[in-house]
């Protein structure tokens, strides 16, 4: 893929931004963030879950080499109401954990919500429950309707409690308390 990296140098000793494409990140260093990221979900974070951040947009915050913050956006089609809509699906936002409480999920929040407003209908992720105020204070809203994937079998209902559904709806008018349904991808749907 062509295109220059994103980068914003730290100010003051502040983390340096980096945004990319998976395919403009050196592979040793896309590994790094990986680790990271896997640190930092603490064993929650499976093969699958890494697989569904390549291809996309990655967010990523440094500390001089060493990863310190992530978050990717990945297309994904969603239908709500019988109308596919182009979702920016937001994968694997994490901080280290010995740098949280410092602002960085809101600096990579804030780069993740300008890509979904700049390329999609709206923004979709699924929260882990200690960060639903951080998306909730930014205006994502919680996902009241039933959820379901397309499958070869069909819809099959995938209710996850653990994990909410969250949307940044951007311009379009959603009815949360309807239906919506994700494309199929291997691993966990949502």
Do not use: K
Request: aromatic share 6%; glycine share 10%.
């Amino acid at each position: 893929m062509s295109g220059p990296v994103e980068r914003a140098p730290g100010l003051d000793g502040a983390p340096r931004l980096e945004i990319a494409h998976s395919a403009q990140i050196e592979p040793a260093r896309l590994a790094a963030v990986r680790v990271m990221v896997e640190e930092a979900f603490a064993g929650r974070f499976l093969p699958d879950d890494w697989e569904h951040c390549l291809g996309g947009v990655h967010v990523m915050l440094f500390d001089g080499d060493d990863p310190i913050g992530h978050a990717a956006v990945g297309q994904r089609r969603l239908v709500h109401r019988g109308y596919p809509l182009r979702a920016g699906y937001v994968e694997a936002v994490a901080v280290r954990p010995d740098r949280r409480g410092e602002g960085h999920a809101s600096t990579l929040m804030e780069r993740v919500e300008a890509i979904c407003a700049a390329a999609y209908d709206l923004g979709a992720l699924r929260s882990a429950e200690r960060a639903v105020h951080l998306y909730e204070r930014r205006g994502w809203l919680l996902w009241h309707g039933p959820c379901s994937q397309l499958t070869t079998e069909g819809l099959l209902p995938t209710p996850d409690t653990s994990s909410p559904l969250y949307v940044l709806p951007l311009e379009r008018d959603l009815d949360r308390d309807a239906a919506i349904v994700c494309d199929p991808r291997p691993g966990r749907p949502w």
